[in-house]
């Protein structure tokens, strides 16, 4: 199983980018799929998920400036995307995809992910 993230870099407060996240190895049909980021210093936080079915849950930290999506259509590979708008320097972290099996997505933390994919690195200049 491998999930592949991609699509870090840094932006200017204010700006926009979109996160990629491509899994592949086994089915996830079943699995909720989003995102974590770690700042300096911090523990790892959930930011956004979304379930087998197209249900999203956000932290409340980021509602109403990320928007997470996903596309299943490949059997052999899934795809999920976190796109941050009006980025804040707050936001800077390492964006980490991960995957869970089920659907109650309120209950995610990094204790109960069953699969991680290495970070990228998000940089919010002010």
């Known amino acids: 199983v491998q999930l592949q993230a991609s699509g870090g870099g840094l932006v200017q407060a204010g700006g926009s980018l979109r996160l990629s996240c491509a899994a592949s190895?086994?089915?996830?049909?079943?699995?909720?799929m989003g995102w974590f980021r770690q700042a300096p210093g911090k523990e790892r936080e959930f930011v956004a998920a979304v379930s087998s079915g197209g249900t999203t849950y956000y932290a409340d930290s980021v509602k109403g400036r990320f928007t997470i999506s996903r596309d299943s259509r490949d059997n052999a590979k899934n795809w999920v995307y976190l796109q941050i708008d009006s980025m804040e320097p707050e936001d800077t972290a390492v964006y980490y995809c991960?995957?869970?099996?089920?659907?109650?997505?309120?209950?995610?933390?990094?204790?109960?992910?069953?699969?991680w994919g290495k970070g990228t690195q998000v940089t919010v200049s002010s």
């Open positions: 991960a995957a869970e099996w089920g659907y109650r997505l309120s209950t995610w933390s990094a204790k109960t992910i069953d699969y």
């Open positions: 190895g086994r089915s996830f049909s079943g699995y909720g």
